[in-house]
């Protein structure tokens, strides 16, 4: 089955404390990215990844770093949370450079950083 | 600059009835077109999608949306409403040399009534 993977789920961190988001994919889509949603704003775009090592940013990349060593993983680093990164984030794929296509998006994980 | 406008953050019907949803946006191209539905705790599911020819197109779970390029929309239909359809509902464009970037709306919540 295709699929987009999150993990966690759910987490609850204190602020300055790392944490990492992981994403998987079993579809092998080039493009990868992620997303935060927060009520009244919709998605908005962290990152994203058009290829193995090959990452830029997106429309709020502040507070947050990507990696894409493997074509599969896209983990979503917060090396010091604060507060206002409590949203809700998703991972998504898509084949890249294909026309007719749909991005693919993983469970979401809720984050709360108090 | 590009963007997505949803202009109804809530709706509310009653179950039988019709329903639209509006998303207009903002480019000086036609852009990819899609619709979104995010059911509580899930992730986000394609609708339907318009990339070209016919401007009226068919989607899953009964919608359908229309692509009105004067109006620069891509209004969400439903001729009757059934309660599983309470969700938020995404409209999302990609702009030519997006390189793959969606641009979400903000959403709109439906409420279904018995």
Redesign the interface.
């Known amino acids: 089955e295709a699929q987009?993977t999150q993990n966690p789920r759910y987490l609850i961190t204190v602020t300055g404390k790392k944490l990492t988001v992981t994403c998987s994919q079993n579809m092998n889509h080039e493009?990868m990215?992620w997303?935060r949603q927060d009520p009244?704003?919709?998605?908005?775009?962290i990152y994203?990844s058009?290829n193995v090592e090959v990452t830029d940013k997106?429309d709020v990349p502040e507070g947050y770093k990507v990696s894409r060593k493997e074509k599969r993983n896209f983990p979503l680093i917060l090396e010091s949370p604060s507060p206002n990164q409590t949203s809700l984030y998703?991972c998504?794929s898509?084949k890249?450079?294909a026309?007719?296509t749909?991005?693919f998006?993983?469970?979401?994980t809720r984050l709360t950083v108090v | 600059a590009q963007s997505?406008t949803?202009p109804d953050?809530h709706i509310t019907v009653s179950e039988g009835a019709s329903l639209e949803l509006r998303c207009n946006y903002s480019y000086g191209a036609t852009p990819y077109l899609?619709w979104?539905v995010q059911s509580p705790?899930?992730?986000?599911?394609?609708l339907l999608?318009y990339?070209s020819g016919d401007t009226l197109v068919q989607g899953i779970k009964g919608f359908e949306a229309e692509f009105k390029r004067s109006q620069s929309s891509f209004n969400l239909r439903k001729p009757s409403v059934h309660w599983s359809d309470a969700a938020e509902y995404?409209c999302?464009v990609e702009f030519s040399g997006g390189?793959?970037?969606?641009?979400?709306?903000?959403?709109t919540r439906l409420a279904v009534h018995p």
């Not at chain 1, 009244?40 to 775009?45: E, F, P, T, Y």
């Not at chain 2, 390189?99 to 959403?107: H, P, S, V």
């Open positions: 987009v493009y990215s997303y009244g704003l919709g998605l908005r775009q994203y058009m997106g998703f998504a898509r890249q450079g026309l007719n749909e991005a998006f993983g469970q979401g | 997505v949803q953050i899609f979104y705790g899930q992730g986000l599911q394609l999608k990339f995404f999302a390189y793959n970037k969606l641009i979400f709306g903000a959403g």
